[in-house]
């Protein structure tokens, strides 16, 4: 028999090491060395679902039912396969918005709305309060147990009359909210996470594992020889041999199992404490996919003699009336086992304190960010807006949280706990938090979730839970008359909490679950698909539920307008997280964005994002967006603006695009007109200058004939010899301006097409020796020599004979003008390619300068500019015959270096190669 | 005291009916054939007027007209253009540049001759 100061000082010598355990973990995560970034504690703390409820109720309920035990355990390994779509996206949809709690996430996930969140937290207390009484009754229990060496059944009658300063469990709930607010409420942190508090949650999970099994093998292999001896015993038994079947009547229907473990489905993420370790305290996401299957195996573990010990325990107290909840620590004690009794006391005192821990840390972080400080800060009159230093404020709030909520848990204990065992009672707690599954579940997979639909879903859910389980438990406790469960409100048989609508035939967690669910879901579907959406709404729906598609880039698109400044957002900083630590996290960001100093950053929606976010992480997601929007001036965005400003990115580009588009157009357009400008304006500047220079060849020679004309008309005296050079000059003027008119005219026809051709058969070299007769007078007078290249016969070539003279004329009359005036020569030459004839005519004049070569087949252009005589001629000769040899299919042209003649060609295409193959072959024939 | 009259023009026959004109009336003649002969004239010879073509290979009459205008020590020669090219701006420029009158071809005989008279101050 153990005295009880024994084991009062050895229960604080436990809660001593998990203590201890925890500071050291502290210390090392503030020295950067975690001690719990693995998966293995990852896994283990997960561990903290399996509570005194799981290390005594599990043996008490399945000595009443069986294997109805299973699906509370089911459940969570199933949804452990679906963690990697689930968890994993919520984990990294907190990480990146910085939430700290179930409410948070809820109220960020539907606008930050701060109703939603005290909403959730108030479900979430209320819910979890019967769950918190029913380990201070399993500790409290367990104490008087092993003390007093009573193993029957202590009556509620009994532990109303203690008073309260004799309860053990009052003394139980004190001590456990002292160790919650040192375990959790030291000091205040922007993550909310706690590496001490993990790593001795992990070493408890080993502790009550370990005292479990160790009971188990006990009872297996001390009491009993093995398995097969106790459920071949158990199978004699007459109460035991029917709990084996897993459907069969007390086991549980079909339709119980089915929801159960769906119910323990929700739980497993939904509780306060499992979403605080799985997700506020996870280190890194991919330790899941080690927790997928340890987790799992930890619950195989400690479920594998459940069955034993309760049948052992039936078999084993068949006379006595020992509640089976007991038998774990009762059966050691009836063996006079009193160490492994106690170390089964341990392993349900951890069980329990690690879940007492936990879940009020995590309601406690729940009531004072979205349930308090929301009030708080929109209560003018506190002035706290003002205040400088609020992280004092915020750790007295949870403190008082932590108390309150202990306190509740042992009111609800006194009060109800007695009318219920333990199972029952945290069946209630979960059926309570699955009410969270739907705007959780909903919330990250479908962006069409609204805040109203939350809203009104979360309310009926939770209202049909009270109404079919919170209130029935009242009235059995005696808080309400019976008449309530047995004849429905007002005698109203139809709302009979436990019949609801008629609805018989189910036990009443899942006839409670089927309606709640029920309520919550069509509501929220419902009322999120008649409302519409704000745009804070949208933008958060997006952002959760693309949390992924993201790809951790935070600093996207920030659906937010306004005004702000840097001091004021870090001062806000600095009231919650004190002003050092505010402006170690400004400067971080600011040096992330690529300045020295916050102050050099422009405080733009980016800007204001990260403040919200950084203080959403100590005081929660709509705490923050109020206090934000108190130093902030935001516009409000309109849910089209919104769109907006999504769809701009995607405009600007393609608007840009099109720009380009157009301005390229607009560019090359502009280069045509200004090219087509161009051409108009040298089309004008030619014409004008051809008008210009005919008016000029033309004054030139009507000049002298009007001098000389009025010369001789005004001195009749004039001797014979001045009269005949007088009238010679008005002769020739006369005959060069006739030339002059003719070759304009020609020139003219020409290059407008209007020229008459009169085309045949001709022989080059025939057409040559004309040209030679006709100019021969010329050579003679200027003494040039003329050399003639002709073959013997030529085929036959197509053309205007007269035009083709004037060619050829024009060429031998130039070379004559041009050529050395002392020792005059000029060369014609003809010769036979394969398809055409070339004559050339070349003189042994100055030549002609690269530059002038193009020049001198423009119209009134002499190379003559050069010389210092000026060249006689119309400057029209070469343009002419160049249209001519051109009309004709061939080419005209100019070779020469300055100082060695120039040398000027022509082509003209054969008639054979016009009239085609069949000429030339006869003529290659021939 | 008999006036120098300087003819440019690379027109032989106009040059012709030029000098025959100015020699008619009495003054000394000389002929440059283009507009560096003429500038090489104007400081030899030192006339009182020139009767200068604008349209001269090698260095146009406006040219020519220009430098003479430089040049301090020429001020008070006269200077008639004369050219081919009758439009308004080219008249604008001979004016601008310097010169006296402009004449344009074919001119009147008794015109030019008056003209250079008149000019002359005769």
């Given amino acids: 028999m153990l005295q009880g100061w024994v084991i009062i000082l050895i229960s604080g010598a436990y809660l001593g090491v998990l203590f201890a355990i925890a500071y050291y973990g502290d210390k090392r995560a503030d020295a950067g060395r975690s001690i719990i970034a693995n998966p293995y504690i990852y896994s283990l703390s997960l561990a903290v679902y399996a509570t005194a409820w799981t290390f005594y109720g599990s043996v008490g309920r399945a000595a009443s039912n069986g294997v109805g035990f299973l699906p509370i355990y089911i459940g969570p390994t199933l949804m452990m396969a679906l963690w990697w779509v689930v968890m994993r996206k919520i984990i990294r949809i907190s990480k990146m918005n910085r939430i700290t709690s179930l409410a948070d996430f809820i109220a960020s996930r539907y606008g930050k709305s701060a109703l939603l969140g005290g909403l959730v937290t108030i479900i979430a207390v209320v819910g979890i309060v019967p769950y918190i009484s029913l380990q201070l009754k399993a500790i409290s229990n367990s104490f008087e147990i092993i003390k007093s060496d009573n193993l029957e059944i202590i009556r509620a009658g009994q532990l109303g009359t203690v008073p309260i300063l004799g309860d053990t469990a009052f003394y139980v709930a004190m001590l456990l909210a002292t160790f919650s607010i040192l375990f959790g409420t030291r000091h205040l942190d922007a993550s909310e996470r706690h590496e001490g508090l993990v790593a001795a949650i992990a070493f408890e999970s080993l502790v009550k594992l370990l005292a479990f099994l160790a009971v188990g093998v006990f009872v297996t292999f001390g009491i009993y020889n093995g398995f097969g001896d106790l459920f071949g015993r158990a199978a004699d038994h007459p109460k035991l041999a029917q709990l084996l079947n897993p459907f069969g009547g007390a086991a549980g229907s079909f339709a119980s199992w089915a929801w159960l473990t769906f119910l323990s489905m929700l739980a497993i993420m939904f509780l306060p404490r499992q979403f605080q370790i799985a997700v506020v305290e996870n280190v890194d996401e991919n330790h899941l996919s080690k927790a997928m299957w340890l987790f799992p195996l930890y619950m195989l573990a400690i479920n594998v003699f459940v069955l034993p010990i309760a049948f052992g325990g039936v078999m084993h107290f068949s006379n006595a009336p020992v509640d089976p909840d007991t038998f774990v620590l009762t059966l050691p004690m009836a063996e006079r086992q009193e160490w492994l009794a106690l170390l089964v006391y341990i392993g349900g005192l951890s069980a329990a304190t690690g879940m007492v821990i936990v879940e009020t840390i995590a309601l406690s972080t729940m009531v004072c960010n979205d349930l308090v400080m929301p009030v708080l800060l929109r209560m003018k009159g506190l002035r706290l807006n003002e205040s400088p230093d609020l992280s004092g404020l915020l750790l007295g709030i949870r403190r008082w949280a932590i108390v309150s909520i202990l306190l509740l848990g042992y009111l609800y204990f006194r009060l109800a706990g007695e009318a219920y065992a333990l199972v029952a009672i945290g069946l209630i707690s979960f059926a309570a938090v699955a009410q969270f599954g739907p705007p959780i579940i909903g919330g990250i997979f479908w962006k069409g979730g609204t805040r109203m639909g939350a809203l009104a879903g979360l309310s009926a859910g939770f209202a049909v839970w009270a109404y079919t389980l919170l209130l029935p438990s009242f009235a059995k406790s005696g808080w309400l008359p019976l008449s309530f469960i047995e004849q429905g409100p007002f005698g109203i048989a139809l709302l009979k909490p436990l019949q609801l609508f008629g609805l018989e035939g189910l036990d009443q967690i899942t006839h409670s679950l089927l309606w709640s669910m029920l309520a919550n879901v069509g509501t929220f579907v419902t009322v999120s698909l008649v409302g519409h959406e704000s745009a804070v709404e949208h933008s958060q729906a997006s952002l959760f539920v693309d949390v992924f598609k993201r790809g951790g880039d935070t600093s996207g698109v920030h659906l937010w307008r306004g005004t702000a400044s840097v001091e004021d957002l870090q001062a806000l900083l600095g009231r919650f997280l004190g002003p050092e630590r505010a402006h170690e996290a400004f400067v971080a960001y600011a040096q992330r964005r690529g300045a020295l100093m916050p102050q050099h950053l422009e405080p733009d929606a980016d800007m204001v994002h990260f403040a919200e976010t950084q203080l959403a992480g100590a005081i929660g997601g709509a705490s923050a967006r109020i206090m934000v929007a108190s130093v902030v001036k935001e516009e409000e965005l309109t849910i089209e603006e919104v769109m907006g400003m999504l769809d701009e990115a995607s405009q600007i580009i393609a608007y840009s695009h099109q720009l380009q588009q157009k301005s390229r157009e607009l560019e090359e357009a502009t280069a045509e007109l200004r090219a087509a400008n161009e051409r108009l304006k040298e089309l004008d500047r030619l014409k004008d200058d051809f008008v210009s220079t005919v008016s000029h060849e033309l004054r030139t020679p009507l000049t002298s004939i009007r001098a000389f004309s009025e010369i001789l008309h005004d001195n009749p005296g004039l001797d014979a010899g001045e009269r005949g050079k007088f009238l010679n000059i008005i002769i020739k003027e006369s005959e060069r301006l006739t030339r002059l008119i003719n070759q304009v005219l020609d020139l003219a026809k020409l290059e407008s097409g209007k020229a008459e051709w009169h085309v045949s058969e001709l022989d080059v070299r025939e057409v040559i020796e004309d040209c030679i007769n006709a100019t021969s007078q010329l050579f003679r007078e200027r003494n040039v020599r003329l050399e003639t290249h002709l073959p013997a016969a030529v085929p036959l070539i197509v053309a205007d004979r007269d035009r083709l003279v004037q060619v050829v004329i024009n060429l031998l009359s130039n070379a004559v003008k041009f050529c050395n005036p002392k020792d005059g020569r000029v060369a014609i030459s003809l010769h036979r390619h394969p398809d055409s004839l070339q004559v050339d005519v070349k003189d042994n004049g100055p030549g002609i300068g690269a530059r002038d070569q193009v020049v001198i087949f423009e119209k009134f252009r002499q190379a003559g500019d050069n010389l210092t005589e000026k060249p006689q001629g119309t400057g029209l000769g070469l343009p002419i015959s160049r249209q001519i040899v051109e009309h004709f299919g061939g080419r005209l042209w100019v070779e020469s270096e300055p100082g060695k003649g120039a040398t000027f060609s022509f082509t003209l295409p054969l008639a054979a190669s016009r009239a085609g193959a069949a000429g030339a072959a006869a003529e290659k024939a021939a | ?122």
């Fill in chain 2, 1 to 122: 005291m008999t006036k120098k009259v300087l003819i440019a023009d690379d027109e032989p026959n106009i040059v012709v009916s030029l000098e025959f004109l100015m020699e008619r009336n009495g003054y000394v003649v000389k002929v440059a054939n283009n507009g560096e002969d003429a500038l090489k004239c104007v400081a030899e010879f030192v006339p009182d007027l020139i009767l200068l073509d604008v349209m001269m290979p090698h260095m146009s009459g406006y040219d020519v007209c220009q430098k003479i205008r430089e040049n301090p020590a020429w001020q008070n020669i006269k200077i008639i253009m004369l050219t081919a090219k009758g439009r308004e701006v080219e008249v604008t420029k001979g004016i601008a540049l310097g010169a006296d009158a402009y004449v344009t071809k074919p001119f009147s005989t008794k015109e030019l001759t008056a003209k250079v008279r008149e000019i002359l101050g005769e």
